[in-house]
């Protein structure tokens, strides 16, 4: 049987040979293999619309390219790996000495066999990215070089997708789709949140979760700017990026640094015994920095396994479908479905006999706690939500205070409220 680790590496497989930017066809093709797993609503943005402080820049799709000798021989070539040409090149036909050339390409010297990803978003260039064991071993002498890309106006595309809950209050989870062939970066991201989403709606949730897959940076601006009359809605977030590693897991942050996500995330993972690392928030990274930014100020974190630039293939070839494992993929997806379980459940409860202990034993609490191995557990559980049902203290609290699990403190929860001792 073919488990999930194994189906979102057949995921990022899939994706990896498209030629994916902040615009173009290669998104909505990213997009079009995902609404093969999960429903999708697409937006497409006019190049030219004010986005907050941005606006959204022509689109670019690029056909061919392509670096030729003398004899015709492609020694650089688009079609055998996306990642050889500069990100939204102009367009050029041209046939110039090695000399002019080098300063047009891109290699990484300390590691020669590798393939950098280098972009140029905002600015009229071209380019090429190759091993510098392939630059190296040219000849002087004329190359023949074609860019055959174009930039026209066009659209910035987007997607959706939303596990509708029990509330209407939101949970965003966030992930870009703009990089070419890199697959921990974000693959690997693209394919636990699709997961993640199957997961979800598999049950009805307590929140709503939104899903959304947009390039990034811009993508997200563009998303804060057409929804920022209900982003108050939007009560946690989570950015999933570099999700499919052999690196422990960290998570970062959000702004606030005290949300309601990074206290969950902190419980889960230390709870779980998982080796992992809780980075503080800075200013730099992912889509969080949108999310978060000061006029905006939601709780959203981001959850990766080793983060960015944090291991040698990043923006490389050698990020490739052999750097991500199915263990590692299902690994981060177990983790924020631990993660979405404490969230969902995580109510604020009033003690409805506040007065003194009240006598469970009556109510027949104590005997459905017979025969259990953890029934001390389950019983100190039960004091310890009656304790801090006062309104203002959440599950997780108790958790937190008390030391017990978390889900033996919302199973004592479940039961005190269905006896009518507590209410939500």
Known sequence: MTTAGEEMHTLVERLYPLCRSITGNGVRATLDIVGEYIPLQVHEVPTG?????????????????????????????????????????????????????????????????????????????WGFCLAQ???????????????????????LTYAEHVVPGQVPDEVIVSCHVCHPSLANDNLAGIAVAVFLARALAERTPYYTYRFIFAPGTIGAITWLARNA????????????????????????????????????????????????????????????????SPGFDLGVGSLSRTPYAGYPEYHTSADNPDFVTPQAMEDTLAVCREAF?????????????????PQLGRRGLYASLGGRSDAQQAQMAMLWVLSLADGEHGLLDVAERSGLPFDTVAAAADALHDAGLIKA
């Open 133 to 155: 064991e392939t630059l190296d071993a040219l000849p002087d002498g004329d190359y023949e070089v074609r860019v055959d890309s174009t930039l026209t106006d066009g659209h």
């Open 229 to 292: 009359e209900r982003i108050e809605r939007v009560k946690h977030g989570l950015v999933l990026a570099c999700a499919g590693d052999a690196g422990s897991l960290t998570y970062k942050r959000s702004r606030r640094g005290d949300a309601e996500i990074d206290r969950v995330m902190r419980h889960v993972l230390l709870a779980s015994d998982r080796p992992h690392h809780i980075a503080e928030f800075t200013p730099y990274g992912y889509d969080e920095r949108q999310y978060c």
């Open 49 to 125: 619309t004010q986005v907050l402080d941005w606006t959204v820049p022509q689109e670019w799709n690029i056909e061919d390219a392509y670096i030729a000798d003398s004899a015709g021989h492609r020694v650089v070539d688009f079609a055998a790996s996306s990642l050889h040409v500069l990100g939204y090149s102009v367009p050029v036909s041209a046939t110039m000495p090695l000399a002019e050339l080098r300063a047009h390409l891109h290699t990484l010297p300390d590691h020669p066999t590798w393939v950098p990803y280098r972009t140029s978003y905002y600015q009229p260039r």
């Open 341 to 357: 379980a404490v969230l969902d459940r995580n109510r604020r409860y009033v003690n409805l006999s506040p007065y003194g202990e």
